[in-house]
T-cell receptor
Framework: DSGVTQTPKHLITATGQRVTLRCSPRSGDLSVYWYQQSLDQGLQFLIQYYNGEERAKGNILERFSAQQFPDLHSELNLSSLELGDSALYFC??????????????FGPGTRLLVL | AQSVTQPDIHITVSEGASLELRCNYSYGATPYLFWYVQSPGQGLQLLLKYFSGDTLVQGIKGFEAEFKRSQSSFNLRKPSVHWSDAAEYFCAVGASGTYKYIFGTGTRLKVLA
């Protein structure tokens, strides 16, 4: 158990819908990262927040957005869902300052299925 | 461009045999290197990491990895594989001043009884 929690564990929805994935980092971690894992794209970095501020963006679609709240939990919002958004979404948190070299600890993931 | 290559998509070994999973990286800065393991339906668990110092690092579950700068490699090894090691293994690289990891495509390990 990494100490990172994600809810829900599974999510089934329809195309065009909007969903919210939630992540709680390990106690004391200020950085939260979101990743998408799909069969064809592998593990892709989406976005990172540090203490409430966006720090880095990866391959995140404009239909997707995220935020980190004052209590440090984070939410990833996926809208206008398409079949291709079906994937495993991971959250990770890290234990150092945002200067790189920190270790990321991953949550169990949310499996999203878009029908 | 920055990249991580895991040349072996699938590897099958017999229980008790030794294991080496390959990882090559291309990174302009001094890399920080990681190996993670993902069991079916699970998240990624950190096996070991290299930031600096001794190039041979020990991890959990009896795994070790060796950083070879001249070969741009960070191969994962285990002297004797257990059936419970069957999983997918990911190599990742990060660097000071960046905020994201780049992951390899993973190597799926199958262990024969």
């Amino acid at each position: 158990d990494s100490g990172v929690t994600q809810t829900p564990k599974h999510l089934i929805t329809a195309t065009g819908q909007r969903v919210t994935l939630r992540c709680s980092p390990r106690s004391g971690d200020l950085s939260v990262y979101w990743y998408q894992q799909s069969l064809d794209q592998g593990l892709q970095f989406l976005i990172q927040y540090y203490n409430g501020e966006e720090r880095a963006k990866g391959n995140i679609l404009e239909r997707f957005s995220a935020q980190q709240f004052p209590d440090l939990h984070s939410e990833l919002n996926l809208s206008s869902l398409e079949l291709g958004d079906s994937a495993l979404y991971f959250c990770a948190s890290s234990d150092q300052t945002p200067t790189g070299g920190e270790t990321q600890y991953f949550g169990p993931g949310t499996r999203l299925l878009v029908l | 461009a920055q990249s991580v290559t895991q040349p072996d998509i699938h590897i099958t070994v017999s229980e008790g045999a030794s294991l080496e999973l390959r990882c090559n990286y291309s990174y302009g800065a001094t890399p920080y290197l990681f190996w993670y393991v993902q069991s079916p339906g699970q998240g990624l668990q950190l096996l070991l990491k290299y930031f600096s110092g001794d190039t041979l690092v020990q991890g959990i579950k009896g795994f070790e990895a060796e950083f070879k700068r001249s070969q741009s490699s960070f191969n994962l090894r285990k002297p004797s594989v257990h059936w419970s090691d069957a999983a997918e293994y990911f190599c990742a690289v990060g660097a000071s001043g960046t905020y994201k990891y780049i992951f390899g495509t993973g190597t799926r390990l199958k262990v024969l009884a």
